[in-house]
Structure formats: structure tokens, C-alpha cells
């Protein structure tokens, strides 16, 4: 059994991890990279429509 607070969570952390990945040196510059990352961003939103939860846009602190 799980618990959909616990399921939005992980996307989300999932999701602010993917957008601070792209705020690193030289991410922005390998469209491979990229293409990746989108794909990955898709497959979380996947995800949570298929469990009816909405997610927010990371607020994502730039360190680099």
C-alpha cells in the first residue's frame, strides 16, 4: 500500500533533482544531455498523471 503524499514527494525530489542537474557546468551544452533530461522529466509526469497527482515547478537554487 502507498500513501499518495509519500509517491508525490519522491516525484517531486525526483524532478528537483533532474532540473539541478541542468543548472551544472556544461549540462547545457550536450543535446544528448538534454534530450535525456526531457525524457526523464516526461516519465516523472508520466507518472504522477497516472496517479492523479500534480506536481510543482522545482524551485531550484543555482549553486554552480
Known amino acids: 500500500m502507498f500513501i499518495k ?3 508525490r514527494s ?3 525530489a525526483l524532478l528537483a533533482t533532474n532540473e539541478t542537474l541542468a543548472g551544472m557546468p556544461g549540462m547545457d551544452r550536450d543535446a544528448g544531455i538534454q534530450q535525456y533530461r526531457q ?5 516523472i509526469a508520466a507518472t504522477a498523471a497516472a ?3 500534480k506536481l510543482q ?3 531550484v537554487i543555482e549553486r554552480w
Do not use: H, N, S, T
Not at 39 to 43: D, E, K, S, T, V
Open 5 to 7: 503524499e509519500d509517491v
Open 51 to 53: 496517479f492523479d497527482i
Open 10 to 12: 519522491v516525484l517531486q
Open 57 to 59: 515547478r522545482p524551485d
Open 39 to 43: 525524457g526523464f522529466a516526461a516519465a
